[in-house]
């Protein structure tokens, strides 16, 4: 086995490998935009060669990011794999070793990732990663007869359990209707525009939100949210943008996806991206009832929030869901988030204080 750096003419063998582990039709195109054309370089990718053959894959996306300690890169892992012939051989961990020693020489600051399989998480935990939050689940229901139906058909539901969650969904997805109801549209003060492409007016948004304030985030330039959202060749976002007159005080960006990862046909509703200046709160009610909207005209079965609840700026974020109607999963369809840094140049205190991180699911490229 070989333990290598991606060259050119590798990418055949990567998607090939990624389509068949994860019985997926990913494109050259889509591996192309994650992996080579992100605003902060191409990505270090570490491949396993056995004999010309690609069977391992890891890489760290470069990600521009926003901490107390000022500007850095942050390596996002991403797409963690082995073929399954040649699982059980202990693989995974000289894969991860030699990725981050890569990385390394790159000079990024610190490693995080979203690590939602077990043998992927356990890998990386072993090699000093920290489980420091997570992504936490909220959902409704749109179409409760057709959730209870797929989800009762993939797992295999006993009688008494799909009446029961018939009964939940139910109350659930009426409860979500009511509430949809009383919401208003824009107020006075506030207008929501769905925007095509984002502009200077964001990176105005981004300067005025990250001036003198200690946290951690990935830099929401225009270049990134135009590469991460408009350009993604994946599918289609609603980008809503909240202004105050000709000013940009907050975004949120939604889709719709299926489930293909767990045999569901559901189309689910989920938010990847938000912010809002601080003092302008009174934009959540605004830009959720946008993103219901535009869920509702797509046909979606379901909505799925992922957000950071113990965030310090994602707080009112969640206040907001629950108006409306959206119940926490208690943990079943969270999301670890994990980080480790290089060196010691990086104030460890501040990279592992769950409160200072504004996440969101642009973090998580696997839900791209």
Same mark, same amino acid.
């Given at each position: 086995?070989?333990?290598? +750096?991606?060259?050119? %003419? ?31 370089? $191409? ?9 010309? #053959? ?13 901490? $107390?300690?000022? +500007?850095?890169? %942050?390596?996002?892992? +991403? ?16 894969? /991860? ?39 936490? *689940? ?10 209870? @139906? ?21 109350? /659930? ?11 208003? %549209?824009?107020?006075? *003060? ?5 925007? +095509? ?27 990134? /949210? ?6 993604? $060749? ?37 938010? @990847?991206?938000? /912010? ?42 969640? *206040? #907001? ?9 208690? %943990? ?33 490229? *696997?839900?791209?």
């Amino acid at each position: 086995m070989e333990y290598r +750096e991606y060259r050119p %003419g590798d990418e055949k063998g990567l998607n090939d490998l990624f389509n068949e582990v994860f019985s997926r039709q990913r494109t050259i195109e889509q591996w192309k935009w994650l992996y080579i054309d992100a605003p902060a370089g $191409p990505s270090k990718i570490v491949i396993i060669d056995h004999e010309g #053959e690609i069977v391992g894959h890891e890489a760290m996306i470069p990600l521009q990011f926003h901490t $107390p300690m000022g +500007e850095c890169i %942050g390596g996002k892992i +991403e797409d963690v794999y082995i073929s399954a012939r040649h699982r059980g051989k202990r693989l995974s961990g000289p894969l /991860l070793d030699y990725c981050l020693e890569i990385s390394a020489r790159a000079n990024f600051c610190f490693s995080f990732g979203m690590a939602a399989r077990r043998v992927p998480y356990r890998t990386h935990i072993d090699r000093g990663y920290r489980h420091v939050c997570s992504l936490n *689940a909220y959902f409704a229901p749109f179409r409760p007869s057709e959730t209870v @139906a797929d989800i009762s058909r993939v797992l295999r539901f006993s009688s008494p359990k799909r009446i029961a969650m018939a009964a939940a969904m139910n109350f /659930l997805a009426k409860r979500f209707e009511r509430r949809i109801a009383k919401h208003a %549209g824009d107020s006075d *003060a506030l207008r929501i525009e769905r925007i +095509e492409r984002f502009d200077a007016r964001f990176d105005e948004l981004w300067r005025e939100f990250a001036k003198d304030r200690n946290f951690i985030s990935i830099k929401r330039s225009s270049e990134f /949210l135009n590469w991460r959202y408009i350009d993604n $060749p994946y599918r289609e976002y609603a980008v809503l943008a909240a202004r105050s007159g000709d000013r940009v005080v907050g975004y949120l960006c939604a889709s719709i996806i299926t489930r293909e990862d767990m045999d569901l046909r559901l189309k689910v509703g989920v938010v @990847a991206d938000f /912010l809002v200046l601080p003092g302008y709160e009174r934009a959540f009610p605004l830009i959720v009832r946008s993103a219901v909207d535009s869920w509702r005209s797509g046909g979606a079965d379901v909505a799925i929030v992922w957000v950071h609840r113990d965030g310090d700026f994602s707080r009112p974020f969640v *206040a #907001e869901l629950k108006r409306w109607g959206l119940v926490s999963t208690f %943990g079943r369809y969270d999301i670890p988030v994990i980080v480790r840094p290089f060196g010691t140049e990086i104030d460890t205190e501040t990279l592992f204080d769950i409160r200072r991180w504004h996440l969101t699911q642009a973090f998580n490229a *696997a839900w791209v």
